[in-house]
């Protein structure tokens, strides 16, 4: 005997009419509540210069970012994407009250606030300084490169546009001898020393073209030939104007850098540690600097330098900029460790826990010091003398000053022995051909190394090595293959800042919400949002520009 069975009626052809609700369908303890509130405590006063008070009224801000971050969160860089979930997926359409902005939208709200985006972020740091997650005060620092949007070959090489720049010189200054115009012989007959300019050669030309309308027509095909090669060779004197106009214009764009793409010229091109081919090759991208703290990105920077010497001292400065002060402890690999950076660092009162170029070498249980190194020489520090292995003093013959790439003059006294001739040791000591050998030490930076040896050796020394490795570390690692932000999606620095920028502070978020439900896990109190949660719901006169006209809402 069979039994009838029973199930709903469906239907997806009738005519529904429902209520959505989606505010009872998501958890309490979900991460979108925690974004909703962090954004709702955020002062975004600055927002409104960016918008005007006539026309369609906008989408809010808050709603905007809101749903921005909230899909950085979840590994959504995508403009489309972003609007197929305010559309399909309930935590958007609870974040965006049932709006649907579109993707051109989207994009748009983004490069607008891609300057005041950066005070977002600082916000975002303070308020997590005010919870207690951390406390500015200890920064473990540390870099790594991600790839420009461009493609990589598009490279312009500084050594390849200086040396077609010469070329072109030499070409122009031919062809000027080439012109038998008593205009252009002036020209030649300047110093070597003069270069041509694109302003100076389109001055020629026009006194060329005019010289040449003031001319006779030709008779003869000997004139008129004459006069054909004429206007080819100026013809061919703007090619090499316009040639020349474009390598200054690339030197100009390339800066103090060594190279650029031609489709993101604010990227410079450098080696990656993500080598596919794993041949070494350069591809376009930025030097992403950056300070964690309790696996929180407490600031950030990119910069065109390949090496991270040069990026401590203006990182500092962005810290100071942001927050008022700098920090108190400053934890750094050997990438950092120069003279500059250490009296910077001293000179701020920063315990600098940064590490020198040989420290790991030194700290290895089978190491044993070079006794022919200058480094270990004895060395009077009363009488200013070294001492080499075999005995002899080596007196200070002089001092050698060299400038690094920043425009840091360093101070290198120089020691010679007073006879290495016959010396049973000087194989092993020198290879120079010359019979004494000339040491350059620089005293300054020598005293820096001695004080980050005993900072790093110490107690509190090996707490932040150790930490240093969990820090910036575990950030890049959550950042590229946990999030999947390996690349930049933007041309230029100002909108791959802008975008940095949102992922920051998505990643912020969403470290900040993994701390507090695993502290609920653990058997911690339950979350409180309560300093986070401000909602407005009536606006005032000044906030006209943001009204909730439903039936307006503009791009």
């Known amino acids: 005997m069979h039994t009838k069975l029973h199930t709903k009626s469906y239907s997806n052809n009738d005519k529904l009419f429902f209520l959505l609700t989606p505010n009872e369908d998501i958890a309490e303890n979900d991460p979108v509540r925690i974004v909703d509130a962090v954004v709702e405590s955020l002062d975004l006063s600055e927002f409104k210069k960016l918008y005007r008070e006539r026309g369609r009224c906008p989408y809010h801000p808050k709603m905007m970012l809101k749903i921005i971050l909230y899909a950085y969160m979840n590994n959504i860089y995508s403009c489309r994407k972003i609007e197929r979930q305010v559309q399909r997926d309930i935590h958007y359409i609870w974040l965006a009250a049932q709006e649907r902005p579109d993707f051109v939208t989207i994009n748009r709200f983004r490069n607008r606030v891609k300057t005041e985006i950066n005070n977002i972020f600082t916000q975002v740091v303070l308020l997590l300084a005010e919870r207690g997650f951390i406390t500015l005060d200890v920064e473990y620092i540390d870099g790594t490169k991600i790839e420009s949007k461009a493609n990589k070959y598009t490279f312009v090489w500084r050594k390849t546009v200086e040396k077609n720049r010469a070329k072109l010189q030499e070409k122009i200054r031919v062809l000027l001898q080439q012109i038998d115009e008593v205009i252009a012989h002036d020209k030649v007959a300047e110093p070597e020393a003069v270069e041509f300019t694109p302003e100076a050669l389109t001055s020629l030309i026009g006194d060329l073209k005019e010289a040449l309308a003031t001319e006779p027509e030709p008779r003869d095909k000997e004139q008129k030939k004459a006069r054909r090669e004429q206007k ?48 070494g090759q350069t591809k376009p991208g930025y030097n992403l600097q950056i300070s964690a703290e309790n696996q929180f990105i407490t600031d950030f920077g990119l910069f065109p330098n390949p090496t991270d010497t040069l990026t401590l001292i203006p990182f500092f400065d962005s810290f100071l900029n942001r927050y008022g002060h700098l920090p108190s402890v400053a934890v750094a690999d050997s990438g950092y460790g120069s003279e500059e950076n250490y009296r910077y660092m001293d000179e701020a009162g920063i315990e600098a826990y940064v590490k020198y170029n040989r420290f790991h070498i030194e700290q290895r249980p089978r190491y044993k010091p070079n006794a022919f190194h200058q480094d270990n020489f004895h060395y009077n520090a009363e009488e200013d ?67 980050a040896r005993e900072l790093l050796t110490s107690e509190e020394g090996l707490k932040h090595r150790g930490r ?88």
């Open 232 to 279: 080819k060779q100026i013809k061919e004197l703007e090619k090499h104007r316009d040639k020349l106009q474009e390598y200054d214009s690339r030197l100009e764009e390339i800066g103090d850098r060594n190279s650029m793409s031609k489709t993101d010229p604010d990227a410079t091109f450098m080696r990656m540690k993500e080598d596919a081919m794993n041949n």
């Open 468 to 555: 240093r490795c969990i820090e910036p570390e575990a950030v890049f690692g959550q950042m590229k293959f946990n999030m999947a932000y390996r690349r930049f999606r933007h041309f230029g620095k100002d909108k791959v800042t802008m975008d940095f920028a949102f992922f920051a502070i998505a990643f912020n978020i969403k470290k900040m919400c993994s701390k507090i439900t695993k502290q609920t896990k653990n058997g911690g109190n339950t979350p409180h949002f309560g300093p986070f949660i401000f909602v407005v719901r009536n606006f005032s006169p000044e906030n006209r520009i943001f009204c909730e006209d439903h039936q307006k809402s503009a791009a």
């Open 385 to 451: 003398y070294y001492v080499c292995p075999m005995g002899q003093h080596m007196t200070r013959i002089g001092t050698s000053h060299s400038k690094t790439a920043s425009g840091y003059i360093t101070d290198n006294a120089r020691y010679q022995a007073q006879n290495c001739k016959g010396c049973p040791l000087r194989c092993l000591c020198y290879k120079a051909k010359a019979d004494k050998r000339i040491i350059e030490v620089n005293h300054r930076l020598n005293g820096y190394k001695r004080k």
